[in-house]
């Protein structure tokens, strides 16, 4: 089948031979004639996704939690577990997949019961975990580890950033609470990466809207400086914003400026018109950074708070 005749095409159509409202598998698209190679050539163009490895779904499908299940339905074995990332992402914490995920998939977190041995396949990054019944629950005929069960995972990795990161996507979703958190850490003492959980996850808050945004509050609590808030409220004659991070006494607050919301023209006029009433009118000190200024070599974002705090505490000297 020659998979060129929907290039041509916005989206794929009825022409294509399988489901555009459902995910199919590697397996299901060569039974239709369609190879390995044109599932990529799909892919490269935007045609196709690829939210989990071996899954294929239409561009145009949703992306919701019950389509999401029903691509790990796909490729998940009726005694495995699905944890970590993917099964906060099956339950709606779109931050925790990596940037442009589903153009590279990565292979599903399958674990099995303690004695049971691991997974072997390409599809599955798999091993074996203990589990409480209470750390377990089955979404749609699958088995996954709770939300409160996966940030006690993710929480332990070897950096603070991703750690916190993932714990306050979870913590979004509002099914627990950071004393619940803090009061299951205890059960993880001497594993692995366990002191990166203890140090991150008093600091945990679904407010935040992004990784850029927990990552700008993290650093700025290392700070020897009047702590930050996420997601501050500011109401002015009618109008109404949310300060990315900030700190409300020194009216000084950081936005996180990621790609997808504030970049092109009408978004980039409704940043500007935004700063402008906060600053004019409500007397903030406003300063945008973006991924450059936050992360990498040349991330200068430490230098942005210092530098808003002494502005923020100096703009009534006499």
């Known amino acids: 089948m020659d ?5 041509q095409l916005p989206y794929l159509d009825d022409t294509f031979p399988l489901p555009l409202d459902a995910p199919f598998t590697t397996r299901a698209a060569s039974d239709e004639g369609i190879s390995p190679h044109d599932l990529t050539l799909l892919k490269r163009a935007g045609l196709l996704r690829t939210p ?3 899954v294929y779904v239409a561009a145009q499908a949703r992306d919701d939690t019950a389509h999401r299940l029903a691509c790990l339905r796909l490729v998940t074995p009726p005694d495995a577990i699905v944890v970590d990332r993917h099964a906060g992402w099956a339950q709606g914490a779109d931050m925790l997949l990596h940037p442009n995920e589903h153009l590279h998939a990565m292979p599903i977190a399958l674990f099995l019961p303690h004695g049971r041995g691991r997974l072997r396949n390409k599809l599955a990054d798999s091993g074996e975990r203990t589990f409480l019944d209470r750390d377990l629950t089955v979404v749609d005929g699958i088995r996954m580890t709770t939300p409160l069960r996966t940030a006690l995972d993710l929480g332990r990795q070897r ?10 996507a979870l913590h979004r979703l509002g099914v627990f609470s950071v004393e619940e958190l803090l009061a ?10 366990v002191t990166i959980l203890r140090l991150v996850a008093p600091h945990t808050d679904g407010r935040s809207q992004s990784g850029g945004e927990t990552v700008v509050r993290w650093r700025w609590l290392n700070l020897p400086v009047p702590p930050p808030e996420p997601q501050i409220e500011v109401l002015s004659e009618g109008r109404q914003a949310f300060i990315d991070v900030g700190n409300k006494d020194l009216r000084f607050g950081v936005e996180f400026q990621g790609l997808d919301w504030h970049t092109g023209e009408q978004h980039e006029a409704e940043d500007e018109t935004r700063f402008g009433w906060l600053r004019d009118d409500e007397d903030w000190i406003m300063e945008p950074v973006w991924s450059s200024d936050v992360y990498g070599r040349h991330a200068c974002i430490e230098d942005v708070i210092l530098d808003g705090v002494r502005r923020g505490r100096g703009r009534h000297a006499a």
């Open 52 to 54: 989990i490895k071996g």
């Open 3 to 7: 998979p060129t005749q929907w290039l």
């Open 184 to 193: 299951e850490v205890d059960r993880f003492k001497r594993m692995r990466w």
């Open 159 to 168: 950096w603070p950033e991703p750690a916190l990161t993932a714990l306050d």
